[in-house]
Nanobody
Framework: QVQLVESGGGSVQAGASLKLACVAPEPTFSTRAMGWFRQAQGKDREFVAV???SSETTSDPRFTISRDNAKKTLYLQMDRLKAEDTAVYYC???????????????WGQGTQVTVSS
C-alpha cells in the first residue's frame, strides 16, 4: 500500500494563497504520475493538476504543480483563491497522466481548504 501524506490546508480569505504538500515514498514518487484532485461537499471529485516527469497539466492557471525531488514532495501552489475553491484536496498517484480520478489507485487522506469571501 502506498501512503501519500498531504499537508498545508487551512482557512483563508478570498484572494489569498496556499501551498499544499504531499510526501510520497519511493519508488512511487519517481516513477508514477502524481497530482491533485479536489472534492467539494456534495460534488464529484474534480481534477486539479497532474505531473509526470516534465509533463504537467492543471485545471486553472491560478494553480501550479511542482516537486522537490530531494524531499520526495509534490506541491500545489494555489493563488488568488476563490470561495468556489473550497474543498478537500487529495494527493494522488497512478501510472498515467490523466484527468480521470479512476486512473489513480493511490489517494492520500485529504486536506481541507476553506476560502471565505
Amino acid at each position: 500500500q502506498v501512503q501519500l501524506v498531504e499537508s498545508g490546508g487551512g482557512s483563508v480569505q478570498a484572494g489569498a494563497s496556499l501551498k499544499l504538500a504531499c510526501v510520497a515514498p519511493e519508488p512511487t514518487f519517481s516513477t508514477r504520475a502524481m497530482g491533485w484532485f479536489r472534492q467539494a461537499q456534495g460534488k464529484d471529485r474534480e481534477f486539479v493538476a497532474v505531473r509526470l516527469w516534465s509533463s504537467e497539466t492543471t485545471s486553472d492557471p491560478r494553480f501550479t504543480i511542482s516537486r522537490d525531488n530531494a524531499k520526495k514532495t509534490l506541491y500545489l501552489q494555489m493563488d488568488r483563491l476563490k470561495a468556489e475553491d473550497t474543498a478537500v484536496y487529495y494527493c494522488v498517484a497512478g501510472p498515467h497522466l490523466s484527468r480521470d480520478p479512476s486512473q489513480f489507485p493511490y489517494w492520500g487522506q485529504g486536506t481541507q481548504v476553506t476560502v471565505s469571501s
